[in-house]
């Protein structure tokens, strides 16, 4: 399975992923993937959610990973032809205020550590986009970064800001990074998703909040200020990489614009009868 979806140009992580998930159904079972019938994948995706309490989305990529398997490498289709995806919850982002992200970043000690919220912030990427920036990603002549192979294997641009590009420069200085922006341990390498995710995980106490911020806080609060600012749809989904409008459309959701101009009944109430 790894070397199927491996030259079907699938993302190292949706590999590892799809693999995984396999690998669980069939220490499961103890037995070989083959042998199992639909009733048993029914039946462990039943442990999956009442033993395990897992999510929605959880089940969803086991699901995936069992429907690319028996259509694609065994050719067993009928075993996963009664499988239907959960629900997933139709939640309003959690988001920061611009306030809140200053002083995020600003509790930051190490310099590399702040440049890489500012940049997850002021351009919306996804972490895994975030650590394998290059250099030569960034078109300082159209303040454009390009964004190589993103989700779906898609490229696209989002914008340079100033103020970033400032950042940059003074980082470039301190750290020198030859091609990767953000280097790893090792030579050549970039730094890891995990490590960008501990030096967030490991400054959450910083905003006294009961909300776990992750990487992607910062490109949901990224795409609800444009929203507020009065940007497109498009030109937002166009930024973010989203494959469907809808997926754009929760900002709206989010965005406080419309709350605004809305009229408070307690307010009104105390403001008629007021002395």
């Known amino acids: ?17 799809y693999v995984k998930e396999i690998n669980h159904l069939c220490c499961f079972y103890q037995c070989s993937p083959k042998t199992i019938s639909e009733e048993q994948i029914q039946n462990y995706l039943y442990h999956l959610v009442k033993t395990k309490a897992f999510g929605p989305n959880k089940i969803t990529l086991a699901m995936a990973s069992f429907t690319y398997f028996y259509h694609n490498i065994v050719g067993a289709p009928e075993k996963v ?4 995806s959960p629900r997933i919850p139709d939640r309003v982002p959690f988001i920061l205020a611009p306030q809140q992200v200053y002083q995020f970043i600003e509790s930051l000690t190490k310099y590399r550590d702040k440049i890489i919220i500012q940049l997850l912030y002021s351009t919306g990427i996804r972490v895994g986009e975030c650590v394998n920036l290059k250099r030569q990603d960034l078109n300082t002549d159209r303040m454009v970064i390009r964004i190589v192979k993103g989700k779906g294997q898609k490229d696209r641009y989002v914008p340079l800001s100033p103020m970033m590009l400032e950042q940059l420069e003074l980082y470039y200085t301190a750290y020198n990074p030859e091609d990767y922006i953000f280097t790893g341990r090792k030579k050549g390498e970039p730094i ?3 490590t960008v995710n501990r030096i967030i995980r490991n400054a959450n106490y910083v905003l006294e909040t009961k909300e776990t911020i992750t990487p992607h806080t910062f490109r949901h609060s990224f795409a609800t200020m444009l929203t507020e600012e009065g940007e497109s749809l498009y030109k937002i989904q166009q930024i973010l990489g989203h494959k469907s409008i809808l997926s754009t459309t929760r900002y709206i959701k989010a965005a406080k614009t419309e709350l605004k101009s809305c ?11 007021s002395i």
């Open 192 to 194: 890891c998703r995990a």
């Open 1 to 17: 399975m790894h070397k199927h979806l491996s030259y079907r140009n699938y993302s190292k992580y949706t590999v590892r992923n």
């Open 81 to 84: 032809k009664q499988l239907r």
């Open 263 to 273: 009229v408070n009944p307690l307010d009104k109430v105390y403001e008629d009868n």
